[in-house]
Nanobody, 123 residues
Framework: QVQLVESGGGLVQAGESLRVSCVAAGRTFSSYAVGWFRQAPGKEREFVAAINRSGSSTYSADSVKGRFTVSRDNARNTVYLQMNSLKPEDTAVYYC????????????????WGQGTQVTVSS
């Protein structure tokens, strides 16, 4: 079992930056790839970014490419999502998730989910 806890969400203005974190407890965190997904009100949950077990490879959705960066610190059991140049359409609950996959943008590839953290971007 892996328990995931997100933090760092909040209210920012358009163009500003925010970093959300995901801390894992439980089994060896470095054994899992980690993904970030988000869900806006009235919309389906969508993929944002993912990072492989070692942190050597990442993959991002086109909507955030060039603005969001995912990284990890396995010594601290933590994955980060650095979000720059935020837009109102980035407003959503952000979830981190872990799975025994190489790198995936599909929800069903992941086994463990956090409770989410709210990010709100005002115009």
């Amino acid at each position: 079992q892996v328990q995931l806890v997100e933090s760092g969400g909040g209210l920012v203005q358009a163009g500003e930056s925010l970093r959300v974190s995901c801390v894992a407890a439980g089994r060896t965190f470095s054994s899992y790839a980690v993904g970030w997904f988000r869900q806006a009100p009235g919309k389906e949950r969508e993929f944002v970014a993912a990072i492989n077990r070692s942190g050597s490879s990442t993959y991002s959705a086109d909507s955030v490419k060039g603005r969001f960066t995912v990284s990890r610190d396995n010594a601290r059991n933590t994955v980060y999502l650095q979000m720059n140049s935020l837009k109102p359409e980035d407003t959503a609950v952000y979830y981190c998730t872990a799975g025994s996959v190489a790198l995936s943008s599909r929800e069903r590839s992941y086994d463990y989910w956090g409770q989410g953290t709210q990010v709100t971007v005002s115009s």
